[in-house]
């Protein structure tokens, strides 16, 4: 991810320090990250402390942050708010681990191995590991999503961490000379993003219109279809390119 796209998350960033430690290893790369959502080793067996962190992201995605209390996570954890506070000091220690997990949960997913090159479809898999994350963990969605409308600090920095694959895939597709000479390099990394994120955003209201859960696994295909679709008739080289929007007016 550019240096000057991270650089700019420091102050939103102030009150998550946990946070910050995580994600300075990215702030000013040299080259392009390894990855771009830190994350770290969890048990197998979820302790005290992750069913409270757990709780806490179903209860911030359901009601948001500003509107959930301590109790409202003990009732959801099924323990007490001595324990709740026992593991988490503060409540800013609380968004802290919920917003680590977050991360790393969509790290190590969107970033299990670098997307393949030719013959494989970078494209496809680049789909099948979003859908994947969202048949799996609707919840870290919904948080992500509120989070982004919300103007949360975690949700500037998923935006980035997705913008950033989606400039490397930008720059694998170049690179293989797959993508039409005319493509508008920041718009060519935005608007597969927006078509992604603007389904997590409006999924209460994408599901009114289906009338049955976008998380489904056919609805999760025809979306991640369509989406593919859009993006390689849009983007990619076609054998016989369409005229520009000057010819097509009739304009030179």
Same mark, same amino acid.
């Given at each position: 991810?550019?240096?000057?796209?991270?650089?700019? #998350?420091?102050?939103?960033?102030?009150?998550?320090?946990?946070?910050?430690?995580?994600?300075?290893? *990215?702030?000013?790369?040299?080259?392009?990250?390894?990855?771009?959502?830190?994350?770290?080793?969890?048990?197998?067996?979820?302790?005290?402390?992750?069913?409270?962190?757990? !709780?806490?992201?179903?209860?911030?995605?359901?009601?948001?942050?500003?509107?959930?209390?301590?109790?409202?996570? !003990?009732?959801?954890?099924?323990?007490? @708010?001595?324990?709740?506070?026992?593991?988490?000091?503060?409540?800013?220690? #609380?968004?802290?681990?919920?917003? %680590?997990?977050?991360?790393?949960? *969509?790290?190590?997913?969107?970033?299990?191995?670098?997307?393949?090159?030719?013959?494989?479809?970078?494209?496809?898999?680049?789909? =099948?590991?979003?859908?994947?994350?969202?048949? %799996?963990?609707?919840?870290?969605?919904?948080?992500?999503?509120?989070?982004?409308?919300?103007?949360?600090? @975690?949700?500037?920095? @998923?935006?980035?961490?997705?913008?950033?694959?989606?400039?490397?895939?930008?720059?694998?597709?170049?690179?293989?000379?797959?993508?039409?000479?005319?493509?508008?390099?920041?718009?060519?990394?935005? =608007?597969?993003?927006?078509?992604?994120?603007?389904?997590?955003?409006?999924?209460?209201?994408?599901?009114?219109?289906?009338?049955?859960?976008?998380?489904?696994?056919?609805? #999760?295909?025809?979306?991640?279809?369509?989406?593919?679709?859009? @993006?390689?008739?849009?983007?990619?080289?076609? =054998?016989?390119?369409?005229?520009?929007?000057?010819?097509?007016?009739? =304009?030179?």
């Amino acid at each position: 991810m550019p240096g000057h796209c991270l650089s700019r #998350l420091s102050q939103p960033l102030g009150r998550y320090g946990r946070i910050v430690a995580q994600v300075s290893s *990215i702030v000013e790369p040299v080259e392009k990250p390894s990855t771009f959502f830190p994350r770290r080793v969890t048990g197998v067996e979820p302790s005290n402390e992750e069913r409270i962190r757990d !709780a806490a992201l179903l209860t911030f995605a359901a009601h948001g942050i500003a509107a959930t209390s301590y109790r409202m996570v !003990a009732e959801a954890a099924g323990v007490s @708010i001595g324990l709740v506070q026992h593991y988490f000091k503060s409540k800013a220690a #609380l968004i802290a681990a919920v917003d %680590e997990h977050v991360l790393d949960v *969509i790290g190590r997913t969107m970033e299990s191995a670098p997307l393949p090159g030719p013959p494989d479809d970078g494209l496809l898999e680049a789909g =099948n590991r979003l859908t994947k994350l969202i048949a %799996e963990n609707a919840i870290v969605l919904d948080y992500a999503g509120r989070s982004l409308v919300e103007g949360e600090a @975690i949700g500037t920095v @998923i935006f980035d961490g997705l913008l950033g694959i989606s400039e490397a895939q930008r720059d694998q597709f170049a690179e293989q000379h797959l993508t039409r000479e005319d493509l508008d390099p920041d718009w060519a990394a935005l =608007n597969p993003l927006i078509l992604r994120i603007g389904a997590i955003v409006l999924r209460p209201h994408i599901e009114r219109h289906l009338g049955e859960s976008f998380t489904t696994t056919a609805q #999760l295909r025809r979306w991640d279809a369509a989406v593919t679709a859009l @993006i390689r008739e849009g983007q990619l080289r076609r =054998n016989n390119p369409l005229p520009s929007s000057s010819d097509a007016n009739g =304009n030179s």
